[in-house]
């Protein structure tokens, strides 16, 4: 099974802040890499897909990189509604996700 | 509007179990360029993947749950389901059902609904 591990878990930051998150998976998992956002009590929103292509209605502030084992989420200037929890998500016939960064 | 809506029941007994439907409205649950997915979370943790399934019929299901997990596709009805057996606590969680794309990544989600194992 592939694990994807993500870091850091928690992340304090300020409104105007570039953050960065990383996902590092066991093996290779090409660019299938996702990136969601999940406020408390709701479902988690599609923020990436394939690494690095921003999703419809997504601010562009937010951007993905990476391949293979490694992929970084970037934020540029962390606004206040970006305050969340973050999670990456590999396909490789089988799906995982990583353990999630909180952004506070 | 596109919408994926879970239902089923919020509590399960331990060893019973654990039956949850996920109806989509505004579009076909037929599509051939979708496949549809259950994830789950328990209370304060990650999400989880627990399977997916395609129009070609291909099931694919998460190694963790050993064989305790089956999904359906009903097409007539414009829905899916999960059946998880022999539940334990470790179960309760938030189950979320979602749809895919040819990223390979969960595009849309239902809301979620909580449900606890418990006697």
């Known amino acids: 099974d592939i694990q994807m591990t993500q870091s850091p878990s928690t992340l304090s930051a300020f409104v105007g802040d570039r953050v960065t998150i990383t996902c590092r998976a066991s093996q290779s998992v090409s660019t299938w890499l996702a990136w969601y956002q999940q406020k408390p009590g709701k479902a988690p929103k599609l923020l990436i897909s394939?690494?690095?292509t921003l999703e419809g209605g997504v601010p562009s502030r937010f951007s993905g990189s990476g391949s293979g084992t490694e992929f970084t989420l970037t934020i540029s200037s962390l606004q206040p509604d970006d305050f969340a929890t973050y999670y990456c998500q590999q396909y490789n016939r089988f799906c995982t996700f990583g353990g999630g960064t909180k952004v506070e | 509007q596109l919408q994926l809506q879970e239902s089923g029941p919020g509590l399960v007994k331990p060893s019973e179990t654990l039956s949850l439907t996920c109806i989509l409205s505004g579009g076909s649950i037929s599509s051939r360029n979708h496949y549809w997915g259950w994830i789950r979370q328990p209370p304060g943790q990650a999400l989880e993947w627990v399977g997916s399934?395609?129009?070609?019929?291909?099931?694919y299901y998460n190694p963790s749950l050993k064989g305790r997990v089956r999904v359906l596709l009903d097409t007539s009805k414009n829905q899916f389901s999960l059946n998880l057996y022999s539940v334990t606590a470790a179960d309760t969680a938030v189950y979320f059902c979602?749809?895919?794309?040819?990223?390979?990544?969960?595009?849309?989600w239902g809301q979620g609904t909580l449900v606890t194992v418990s006697a």
């Open positions: 979602a749809r895919g794309g040819a990223t390979n990544s969960f595009e849309l």
């Open positions: 394939e690494a690095s």
């Open positions: 399934i395609y129009h070609t019929g291909s099931i």
